[in-house]
């Protein structure tokens, strides 16, 4: 089967659609392997791009975290494509949702987060209850990330560093 390559003269609308058509193909993997981890069930899904417009920026993925205690698998996406909801169609938004990973140290709980382009200085903490807000901004890389922690800590006693857009945040109680 020929794949076809995209024309200079071809409608942005065409090229557009076939874009959002594998955000949206990749959106409904990430979610049916998000099912597969919880059910057992198998999964087989293929797909293929064919080109798309340059005015679009997206960034997709996901962490597979297996053996987390009684939880079992988990998937957990990011990025900054999402499915809309009303519509059911993959959208890029402007602000990412980075890779994040929780490491419980003997006296501490260390989080880790991929924040390209930040800054220390850039980044700014909200804790909730046990929910802590991560967000960051700098130019036109803007990040947030909702991060269920496994108990209170208090913001007075969380210590942040950021080097080469790695965010360290050591978590005291």
Do not use: W
């Amino acid at each position: 089967m020929k794949k076809k390559t995209p024309d200079k003269n071809e409608p942005a609308g065409e090229a557009g659609a076939r874009f959002g058509g594998i955000l949206s193909g990749l959106t409904g993997l990430v979610e049916k392997l998000n099912e597969l981890a919880e059910t057992g069930a198998e999964l087989r899904r293929g797909g293929e791009f064919q080109g798309g417009g340059q005015e679009r920026k997206g960034i997709y993925g996901f962490t597979m975290k297996v053996g987390l205690g009684d939880q079992g698998t988990r998937i957990e996406p990011f990025g900054n494509i999402k499915t809309d909801k009303t519509t059911g169609k993959a959208v890029v938004e402007e602000v990412r949702e980075p890779v994040v990973d929780l490491f419980e140290e003997k006296d501490h709980l260390l989080i880790v987060a991929e924040l390209p382009g930040i800054r220390a200085a850039d980044v700014k903490l909200d804790v909730k209850d046990d929910v802590l807000t991560i967000t960051a901004a700098k130019g036109d890389k803007k990040y947030r990330k909702e991060v269920l922690l496994p108990g209170s800590y208090p913001k007075a006693k969380m210590r942040l560093s950021c080097n080469n857009g790695v965010l360290e945040i050591k978590c005291h109680k």
